[in-house]
């Protein structure tokens, strides 16, 4: 389902710590789809999704962090900006250069000269429970993701593409993994299990075992690289699924900058007093204090919980039990982090590498005492955070005496 | 500076040492099977804490700083000997009782620590006071402790003396877990917490 | 629209995730009353009003104390959370028939008070605290909670003596007659509710099968009991009693399946549970081999009870940190 443009688009630039982020744009500035647009040092900020007139800039603060948010009365007529234009032969361009050019028009590309991946993965698996977008770009845009899979193979010199899907997308992957009488990737069929879908999870949950630093891209992701270098257009669309409080999923393409209330109107999905509006999916989205957010490029999903089906977690004590060690992908100790971080040892939580927590929130969701483990190791995280930031040694001077504390490497 | 009234009350709730200063428990843990014991380890605590206090209270400005520990052992250990010839002699019962706990107050944290603390500093008349407040405070809670154990462990009160009272008559099956060691643990546990809760 | 503007709409905000398995900490412990009830049943049956008494008294004082305790601390009274209940059906089942109602409120009182609330309330438990209640009890009145004695006044089918008794006085040779199948079934003397052994094992095997407990430690446990115990059989059998006998009587079950997988009196790491429950097991047969203390389960417990966090040290290896260190 295609949701149509709304009156007013809303368009957030995430603001860096040191107050940066402020676009330079000033009210009554009429702008274009795709063009531009930069800080007052000419730093890309983003791409405009919509054409109009800027109303109001203003902050923005969302639950996880502040931003600063364009309103643009936008105009039904769609222009594209004239700089958005495709590059010619872009498949035979030197690797290197096709890498920054990509890095510098805003797309994230872990590619690095020094440390070829090793391998690339097409991730159809999706990210959190209930969401399903990849799957149906993989079934919708198969030829562009073929191009895109015979691409990343170029640029990142790796030999190995694999397509991880679920069994019933088996087909499709079939399709993309062929270029005529070439085959240019291997299936790899999975269990649509969460959170094998995360990309830090997914290289292990692979047949192929021993990939140390694979390339992890998901199908939408590629889709719009590819758009970008035929067509210069930058993604302006963003699949989603709208969940609503029965689990019923509906998928969506969706202009960035589209208040929420937008699309649940299109949805027809109300909204009242005491629901949680969820940014994102159930074991990972963020909750959201009010409706007019727009949707940006890393929501997946927004789903509306009843008011009766809210799961309260609290800070009851813990009990020991276990659970969330059994479920932790990455053999972690929530239950200790979570304690550590509940009475402000941090650096006890270091120690039992916070750091590699993924946040895929089942240590949360089997919790015995329902305590609200992941809200603790986030916050531990950040507090961390911000000591490493004042330069804080106190990791230095805590290893002395702690023979066996250990570190994770850098 | 303290009036030198609360120089001798301080003892008895605000700072009164086990419970307090969390000092002395080894003998608060070993001899209060009864309150007898208690009374008489505390018994022997004053007589020792106030004259040693005031030994070293007259001795301050001679004795050399470096080896004031050694000086200050020697006065206690003489205190600690007399005590002990007196009671092997006249109550050779309650000797029996406290058996090594009479030597062992040579190195009690009390007496070291108010000696240390206090009588090396301050005049005779002002130490004699503080040792018998401290020591008079630390025979009020062994007393106690002794008592609550002798009554829940043994349904006795002053067992070891002439003056045995049965509490709770011959049916009663007595909680003898209290006159045990873990059972000292628990009760001084619990009167810590008590004591933490009703504040200063 | 800038946030001044908005409407807000009273949206609950809260972090990920946003479901939740559906069980909780009362839920987990209302799972563990059930899988002990066809022991009730049995034990009444037997014991008939003397069971129903232990039970009745031993629960009530179990929930009395906590309430008066946490009314006393000043703390949110949670006795519906079915921790209490728990822990007076649990001290009831170890205790004989025939115990006066005044030494399990002394028993239920210690045991929540000092084994439970002092140490933090739920959770915070080092000790599982009907055996730190057990334990002052068996020192203060060692006849009323002996097995042997309790059963006297009753006409069963079977043996009156405890089986672990006989064994400590009689050497092997006089339980090498018992028929285990018979023991297995209940037919022995012991707690109220824990002779029962098939049902305490049925019962086990239920919590194991709902998720409550982990498999680890009462399997580990037995693991342990049969090991250790095959060790002096294979020795000398004419001195020691064979395994199957060391795990069908005294309350092994039980202890296995019930005390020892107290959740915060036990590790949570996989790996440190099969150590604390093999540990657990070894120390039960050498306490009752060893020490002139027939029954072991309890002591070995509590032993292992101490060295549960620092077991719980052991922790498998994190697969992303392998993976860069590589």
Same mark, same amino acid.
């Given at each position: 389902?295609?949701?149509s443009?709304?009156?007013q688009?809303?368009?957030?630039?995430?603001?860096?710590?040191n107050?940066?982020?402020?676009?330079?744009?000033?009210?009554?500035?009429?702008?274009?789809?795709g063009g531009?647009?930069?800080?007052?040092?000419?730093k890309?900020l983003?791409y405009?999704?919509?054409?109009?007139?800027?109303?109001?800039?203003?902050?923005?603060?969302?639950?996880?962090?502040d931003?600063?948010?364009?309103?643009?009365?936008?105009?039904?007529?769609?222009v594209?900006?004239?700089?958005?234009r495709?590059?010619?032969?872009?498949?035979d361009r030197?690797?290197g250069?096709?890498?920054s050019?990509l890095?510098?028009?805003?797309?994230?590309?872990?590619?690095?000269?020094?440390e070829?991946?090793d391998?690339v993965?097409?991730?159809?698996l999706?990210?959190?429970?209930?969401?399903?977008i990849?799957?149906?770009?993989? +079934?919708?845009y198969?030829d562009t %993701? #073929? &191009?895109g @899979?015979?691409?990343?193979?170029?640029?990142?010199? $790796?030999d !190995? =593409?694999i397509?991880a899907?679920?069994?019933?997308?088996?087909d499709f992957?079939?399709?993309?993994?062929?270029d005529g009488?070439e085959?240019?990737?291997?299936?790899d069929?999975?269990?649509?299990?969460y959170?094998?879908?995360?990309?830090?999870?997914i290289?292990? +949950?692979?047949?192929?075992?021993? %990939? #140390? &630093?694979? @390339?992890?891209i998901t199908?939408?992701?590629l889709n $719009?690289? !590819? =758009?970008?270098?035929?067509?210069?257009?930058?993604?302006?669309?963003?699949?989603?699924?709208?969940?609503?409080?029965?689990?019923?999923?509906?998928?969506?393409?969706?202009?960035?900058?589209?208040p929420i209330?937008?699309?649940l109107?299109?949805?027809?999905i109300k909204?009242?007093?005491?629901?949680?509006?969820v940014?994102?999916?159930?074991m990972?989205g963020?909750?959201?204090?009010?409706?007019?957010?727009?949707v940006t490029a890393?929501?997946?999903?927004?789903?509306?919980?009843?008011?009766?089906a809210?799961v309260?977690?609290?800070n009851e004590?813990?009990?020991?039990c276990?659970?969330?060690?059994g479920?932790c992908p990455?053999?972690?100790?929530p239950?200790l982090l979570?304690?550590?971080s509940e009475f402000?040892?941090f650096?006890?939580?270091?120690d039992?590498?916070?750091d590699?927590?993924?946040?895929?929130?089942?240590?949360?969701?089997?919790?015995t005492?329902r305590r609200?483990?992941v809200?603790y190791i986030?916050?531990?995280?950040?507090?961390?955070?911000?000591?490493?930031?004042?330069?804080?040694?106190?990791?230095e001077?805590?290893n002395?005496g702690?023979g066996?504390?250990?570190?994770?490497?850098? | 500076?303290?009036?030198?009234a609360?120089?001798?009350t301080?003892?008895f709730?605000k700072?009164?040492?086990?419970?307090?200063l969390?000092l002395?428990i080894?003998?608060?843990?070993?001899?209060?099977?009864?309150?007898?014991?208690?009374?008489?380890?505390?018994?022997a605590?004053?007589f020792?804490?106030?004259?040693s206090?005031?030994?070293?209270?007259?001795?301050?400005?001679?004795?050399?700083?470096?080896?004031?520990?050694?000086?200050?052992i020697v006065?206690?250990?003489t205190f600690?000997?007399?005590?002990?010839?007196?009671?092997q002699?006249?109550?050779?019962?309650?000797?029996?009782?406290l058996?090594?706990?009479?030597?062992l107050?040579v190195v009690n944290?009390?007496?070291?620590?108010?000696?240390?603390?206090f009588a090396?500093?301050?005049s005779?008349?002002?130490?004699a006071?503080?040792?018998?407040?401290i020591?008079?405070?630390?025979?009020?809670a062994?007393?106690?402790?002794?008592?609550?154990?002798?009554?829940?462990g043994?349904?006795?009160?002053?067992?070891?003396?002439q003056y045995?009272?049965?509490l709770f008559?011959?049916?009663f099956k007595p909680?003898?877990?209290?006159?045990?060691a873990?059972g000292?643990f628990?009760?001084l546990?619990l009167?810590l917490?008590?004591m933490n809760?009703?504040g200063? | 629209?800038?946030s001044?503007?908005?409407?807000?709409?009273?949206?609950?905000?809260?972090?990920?995730?946003?479901i939740?398995?559906?069980?909780?900490y009362?839920?987990?412990m209302?799972t563990?009353?059930?899988?002990?009830?066809?022991?009730?049943?049995?034990?009444?049956?037997?014991?008939g009003?003397?069971?129903a008494?232990?039970?009745?008294v031993s629960?009530?004082?179990a929930m009395?104390?906590?309430?008066?305790?946490?009314?006393?601390f000043?703390?949110?009274?949670?006795?519906?959370d079915?921790?209490a209940?728990?822990?007076?059906?649990?001290m009831?089942f170890?205790?004989?028939?025939?115990?006066?109602?005044?030494?399990?409120v002394v028993?239920?009182?210690?045991?929540i008070?000092?084994g439970k609330q002092?140490?933090g309330?739920r959770?915070?438990?080092?000790?599982h605290?009907?055996?730190l209640g057990?334990?002052?009890?068996?020192?203060s009145?060692?006849d009323?909670i002996?097995?042997s004695?309790?059963?006297i006044?009753?006409?069963?089918?079977?043996?009156v003596?405890?089986p672990?008794?006989v064994?400590?006085?009689?050497g092997?040779a006089?339980?090498?007659?018992?028929?285990?199948?018979?023991?297995?079934?209940g037919?022995?003397?012991g707690?109220t509710?824990?002779?029962?052994?098939l049902l305490i094992?049925?019962?086990?095997?239920?919590?194991?099968?709902r998720?409550?407990?982990?498999?680890?430690?009462?399997f580990?446990y037995?693991?342990g009991?049969?090991a250790t115990?095959?060790?002096f059989?294979?020795?000398?059998?004419?001195?020691?009693?064979d395994?199957?006998?060391?795990?069908?009587?005294?309350?092994v079950?039980?202890?296995a399946?019930?005390?020892a997988?107290d959740?915060?009196?036990?590790?949570?790491?996989?790996?440190?549970?099969?150590?604390?429950?093999?540990?657990?097991?070894l120390?039960?047969?050498?306490?009752?081999i060893?020490?002139?203390?027939?029954?072991g389960?309890f002591?070995a417990?509590l032993?292992?009870?101490?060295?549960?966090p620092?077991?719980d040290?052991?922790?498998?290896?994190?697969?992303?940190?392998v993976m860069?260190?590589a």
């Amino acid at each position: 389902m295609d949701v149509s443009l709304p009156k007013q688009s809303v368009l957030l630039i995430k603001k860096s710590a040191n107050g940066e982020g402020m676009p330079a744009l000033s009210s009554g500035e009429s702008i274009k789809t795709g063009g531009k647009i930069s800080d007052a040092e000419g730093k890309l900020l983003a791409y405009s999704p919509v054409t109009g007139t800027v109303a109001e800039i203003y902050n923005l603060p969302r639950v996880d962090g502040d931003f600063t948010a364009v309103d643009v009365n936008t105009s039904e007529n769609d222009v594209w900006d004239e700089n958005c234009r495709g590059i010619d032969n872009y498949f035979d361009r030197e690797p290197g250069a096709l890498v920054s050019l990509l890095c510098d028009s805003g797309f994230a590309l872990d590619i690095r000269k020094d440390e070829r991946p090793d391998a690339v993965i097409l991730n159809c698996l999706e990210s959190d429970l209930l969401v399903s977008i990849n799957r149906n770009v993989l +079934a919708e845009y198969g030829d562009t %993701i #073929r &191009r895109g @899979l015979r691409l990343l193979k170029r640029i990142s010199g $790796s030999d !190995i =593409v694999i397509i991880a899907v679920p069994g019933d997308l088996r087909d499709f992957a079939e399709k993309v993994a062929v270029d005529g009488s070439e085959r240019i990737a291997v299936v790899d069929l999975l269990k649509p299990l969460y959170p094998f879908g995360m990309k830090e999870i997914i290289p292990r +949950a692979l047949s192929r075992k021993g %990939i #140390r &630093r694979p @390339l992890v891209i998901t199908p939408e992701y590629l889709n $719009s690289i !590819i =758009v970008f270098l035929e067509h210069g257009s930058p993604p302006v669309h963003k699949f989603i699924t709208l969940i609503d409080r029965n689990n019923v999923r509906i998928n969506m393409k969706v202009r960035i900058g589209t208040p929420i209330s937008h699309i649940l109107r299109e949805g027809n999905i109300k909204i009242s007093e005491l629901d949680k509006l969820v940014l994102g999916g159930t074991m990972r989205g963020k909750s959201s204090f009010h409706a007019e957010f727009p949707v940006t490029a890393d929501i997946d999903a927004i789903m509306v919980q009843d008011r009766d089906a809210v799961v309260t977690l609290g800070n009851e004590a813990c009990v020991n039990c276990g659970k969330c060690i059994g479920v932790c992908p990455n053999k972690l100790q929530p239950h200790l982090l979570a304690r550590y971080s509940e009475f402000s040892l941090f650096e006890r939580c270091r120690d039992y590498d916070i750091d590699y927590c993924i946040e895929c929130g089942l240590c949360a969701y089997v919790c015995t005492s329902r305590r609200a483990l992941v809200h603790y190791i986030v916050f531990a995280k950040k507090e961390l955070a911000k000591m490493a930031k004042e330069g804080d040694h106190a990791i230095e001077s805590d290893n002395i005496g702690e023979g066996l504390a250990c570190h994770p490497v850098k | 500076m303290a009036s030198i009234a609360q120089e001798f009350t301080k003892g008895f709730w605000k700072e009164i040492p086990p419970f307090r200063l969390v000092l002395g428990i080894c003998a608060a843990l070993a001899v209060t099977k009864s309150l007898v014991d208690g009374f008489g380890m505390g018994i022997a605590l004053i007589f020792v804490l106030v004259c040693s206090n005031i030994i070293i209270s007259m001795l301050r400005k001679v004795i050399p700083k470096k080896v004031r520990l050694a000086c200050y052992i020697v006065i206690i250990a003489t205190f600690v000997v007399i005590v002990e010839l007196i009671t092997q002699a006249y109550v050779y019962s309650l000797y029996e009782a406290l058996g090594i706990f009479i030597p062992l107050i040579v190195v009690n944290c009390i007496i070291l620590g108010r000696a240390e603390a206090f009588a090396s500093k301050k005049s005779v008349l002002r130490s004699a006071l503080d040792g018998l407040g401290i020591g008079a405070g630390y025979t009020l809670a062994l007393v106690f402790l002794g008592a609550l154990r002798e009554i829940l462990g043994r349904g006795t009160l002053f067992a070891g003396s002439q003056y045995v009272i049965n509490l709770f008559g011959p049916s009663f099956k007595p909680y003898a877990f209290m006159v045990e060691a873990p059972g000292a643990f628990v009760c001084l546990g619990l009167l810590l917490g008590i004591m933490n809760v009703l504040g200063d | 629209m800038p946030s001044s503007e908005i409407k807000y709409r009273n949206l609950v905000i809260s972090s990920a995730p946003h479901i939740h398995e559906g069980r909780s900490y009362s839920g987990a412990m209302y799972t563990f009353i059930i899988a002990l009830l066809p022991a009730v049943i049995f034990a009444i049956s037997r014991y008939g009003m003397d069971a129903a008494r232990v039970i009745a008294v031993s629960i009530a004082s179990a929930m009395a104390s906590e309430y008066i305790i946490q009314k006393l601390f000043r703390k949110p009274v949670a006795i519906n959370d079915g921790n209490a209940l728990l822990m007076g059906l649990l001290m009831a089942f170890i205790l004989p028939p025939s115990v006066p109602w005044w030494l399990i409120v002394v028993g239920c009182f210690f045991s929540i008070l000092v084994g439970k609330q002092i140490f933090g309330g739920r959770g915070g438990n080092t000790f599982h605290p009907v055996l730190l209640g057990w334990v002052t009890l068996r020192f203060s009145w060692a006849d009323y909670i002996n097995y042997s004695y309790g059963a006297i006044n009753y006409t069963l089918n079977f043996s009156v003596e405890y089986p672990l008794h006989v064994l400590k006085k009689s050497g092997a040779a006089a339980v090498s007659g018992l028929n285990y199948l018979d023991l297995f079934l209940g037919n022995q003397v012991g707690g109220t509710g824990a002779s029962a052994v098939l049902l305490i094992l049925i019962g086990g095997l239920f919590l194991i099968a709902r998720g409550v407990i982990s498999w680890r430690i009462p399997f580990s446990y037995l693991a342990g009991v049969a090991a250790t115990a095959s060790v002096f059989w294979l020795a000398d059998s004419a001195k020691y009693a064979d395994p199957l006998f060391h795990i069908v009587v005294g309350n092994v079950m039980i202890g296995a399946f019930f005390f020892a997988t107290d959740y915060s009196s036990s590790p949570a790491n996989k790996t440190a549970m099969l150590i604390f429950g093999f540990g657990c097991g070894l120390f039960t047969v050498l306490f009752r081999i060893l020490s002139n203390n027939p029954n072991g389960v309890f002591f070995a417990i509590l032993f292992m009870n101490i060295l549960f966090p620092l077991l719980d040290k052991i922790r498998p290896a994190v697969p992303g940190k392998v993976m860069k260190e590589a």
